[in-house]
């Protein structure tokens, strides 16, 4: 979520002074005005809350959770998670520390069978952290949700994920969904479709492209591993593109029989289709790696709304504006004007108009 949030390492005193991560989220009292900043609302706040009481119990591959406490007063309202401090996936990743080991065991312990009931739904580098003890866990946990066990839905009242991340089909579903929630099986291959790319990542390097065929392609010929990881993945993901049927916990075994030690291939005699650095798009790879700042992003939103008025009818750049908007700025607001005006530009298409109903059911709840 990126709403108003503090964040800060602090040391768990009553644990006996072990490493902790505090998340303050600052939430927007009953009656109170929205004050210039986009503040959560306190009821959906207590949502969270509640659900993090019960996830703090559950079994699952989540960060420790040290404390939960909703604040509601005058001067400050707002959630206050206390966590165990993990060391992020995404930094391990940039620093080229992980390869296909971690992979492995990515696939095995954040697979949706593992969450049991709960989904995470918004698996990625940033939000998945390594425990001293070596195991990965979800952090970010605003993005857990619980199905409802009897009607296979669940609710997920903020959907907010990188849709560059899951394939198109999956896609659909998210922007289908009505008021009564989501379908837990096709969410639950949304987790898995997710789990698949960080394990990718983890071997791969970090996505800098789409999560479609051109995508894999680039990312795979890019990538520093052997030649058969390469193909692995290559063909791992080209399956979860098509269908999405496919078994974690046998991609894990066929992965860890696959040669690491086998040939090198040299990215540099790899032909990778050019792209122009001075092209506005060509910073949306660097979106797509998760290593913009806020304000980068900002300014890139910008340039883009510049661009549309000149060049309204390039699909390009409303999917892009709707990329930055509701995936990484988490802006439902926005979203809604921006597929309203794509839809103006192309009527009737169908990935505008999922855009617009998703943008739509996630701000209706504010
Ligand atoms: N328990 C934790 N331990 C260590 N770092 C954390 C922890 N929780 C969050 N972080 C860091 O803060 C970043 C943002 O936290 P996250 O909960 O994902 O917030 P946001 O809602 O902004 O996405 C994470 O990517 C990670 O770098
Ligand atoms: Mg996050």
Redesign the pocket.
């Known amino acids: 979520?990126?709403?108003h949030?503090i964040?800060a390492?602090a040391t768990w005193l009553r644990s006996g002074g072990v490493p902790a991560?505090l998340?303050f989220i600052g939430g927007r009292g009953h009656s109170a005005g929205a004050q210039g900043v986009r503040l959560i609302g306190m009821p959906r706040l207590e949502r969270v809350a509640k659900r993090l009481c019960m996830a703090k119990v559950a079994q699952i591959p989540i960060?420790r959770i040290l404390s939960v406490d909703l604040w509601e007063g005058e001067g400050l309202s707002g959630l206050l998670i206390g966590?165990?401090?993990?060391?992020?996936l995404?930094?391990q990743i940039r620093a080229g520390e992980t390869g296909r080991n971690d992979s492995v065991q990515v696939l095995r312990s954040l697979r949706s069978s593992e969450f049991g009931n709960w989904v995470h739904f918004d698996i990625c580098p940033?939000?998945v952290?390594r425990r001293t003890s070596g195991e990965f866990v979800a952090?970010?946990?605003?993005s857990l949700y619980l199905g409802d066990g009897g009607q296979g839905v669940i609710d997920v009242s903020y959907p907010a994920f990188k849709h560059d991340r899951v394939p198109r089909h999956v896609l659909r579903m998210c922007g289908k969904v009505s008021q009564g929630g989501m379908p837990l099986p096709q969410v639950q291959r949304k987790h898995d479709g997710e789990v698949v790319v960080l394990a990718a990542e983890c071997s791969l390097g970090l996505k800098a492209y789409n999560f479609d065929d051109a995508g894999v392609e680039q990312w795979c010929a890019e990538s520093p591993c052997s030649a058969d990881e390469r193909d692995f993945w290559r063909r791992t993901l080209r399956r979860v593109l098509v269908n999405g049927d496919f078994d974690l916990a046998e991609l894990a075994d066929e992965l860890e029989r696959v040669d690491e030690g086998g040939i090198m291939v040299s990215t540099d005699d790899v032909s990778v289709s050019n792209q122009s650095d001075g092209d506005l798009f060509s910073r949306g790879r660097d979106l797509r790696r998760g290593t913009l700042s806020r304000k980068e992003i900002a300014e890139y939103r910008k340039e883009l709304g510049v661009y549309a008025e000149k060049n309204a009818g390039d699909r390009r750049v409303w999917e892009e504006l709707l990329l930055v908007s509701l995936a990484y700025e988490k802006d439902p607001g926005r979203g809604v004007q921006l597929a309203e005006q794509a839809l103006v530009q192309f009527p009737g298409d169908v990935g505008f108009q999922d855009n617009l109903t998703l943008a739509r059911m996630w701000g209706g709840d504010a």
């Open positions: 979520m990126a709403l949030s964040h390492s991560y998340k960060v966590m165990e401090q993990v060391t992020p995404m930094s940033r939000n952290g952090i970010d946990l605003e």
